[in-house]
């Protein structure tokens, strides 16, 4: 099966512009999620979309984030404006069955934004 | 809330060795445990995971990991390390209510030496 897609797969902007990254989960996974990777750090959870709804976004800093996934496929995820602690690797993930909770996460590979 | 503790950035090994990757979880209730590997400039890939059942879980590459409620620990090991095993492994957590996304550790850098 294909995995699931991201792009860009980097981004250097400077700091107060916006940016935006795209993700297509793996066809028929309903949960998506958005996770941030600082270096040196794991994975931290920004959004869960279950199909178009959002289940969590309690970590997501949402004066200035914003995500979206239109029609429960497609998903994307906006920085506007950008600070250089945004400086990162966004993560895009998915996972085949709504509510089996020990489904495994399948990851992109991830786009590396740098901000100057 | 729920965490996971690594305790070790860095864990070096000398091929053909046995190797283990710390993990230590906090979460309320029981848990889903979890081990991811990264290589460089990759997502995220599955290793294994801790249901329920026999303590000891066996996943992909020839990896296992131990699921030790009285010590809150899910250690990964394999028997014989791989030059290729080398990458930065992630433990995860999340509680079986499923309240809450999976919750990573910092992750450990595994290197195997020829």
């Known amino acids: 099966e294909a995995g699931v897609a991201q792009s860009p797969r980097y981004k250097i902007i400077e700091k107060r512009q916006s940016v935006a990254f795209w993700c297509n989960p793996i066809s028929g996974h309903a949960t998506l999620y958005w996770y941030q990777q600082i270096l040196g750090q794991g994975p931290k959870l920004l959004i869960q979309?279950?199909?178009?709804?959002?289940?969590?976004d309690s970590q997501l800093p949402k004066d200035r984030f914003s995500a979206e996934r239109l029609k429960g496929v497609d998903s994307t995820l906006k920085i506007q404006p950008a600070k250089l602690e945004d400086s990162a690797v966004y993560l895009c993930a998915s996972s085949l069955v709504p509510g089996r909770v020990d489904s495994p996460l399948h990851f992109g590979n991830g786009t590396r934004l740098t901000v100057t | 809330a729920q965490s996971v503790a690594q305790p070790e950035d860095q864990v070096n090994v000398a091929e053909g060795n046995p190797l283990t990757v710390k993990c230590t979880y906090s979460?309320?209730?029981?848990?889903?445990l979890f081990w991811y590997v990264q290589y460089p400039n990759r997502g995220l890939q599955f290793l294994l995971k801790?249901?329920?059942?026999?303590?000891l879980v066996k996943g992909s590459y020839g990896f296992e990991a131990e699921f030790n409620k009285s010590q809150t620990s899910f250690h990964l090991k394999k028997p014989s390390a791989l030059v290729s095993d080398s990458a930065l492994y992630f433990c995860?957590?999340?509680?079986?209510?499923?309240?809450?996304?999976?919750?990573f550790g910092s992750g450990t850098r595994l290197q195997v030496q020829p």
């Open positions: 979309f279950q199909n178009n709804g959002v289940v969590d």
């Open positions: 979460v309320s209730g029981n848990p889903y």
């Open positions: 995860a957590v999340r509680d079986k209510a499923g309240r809450r996304a999976l919750t």
């Open positions: 801790y249901i329920t059942g026999d303590n």
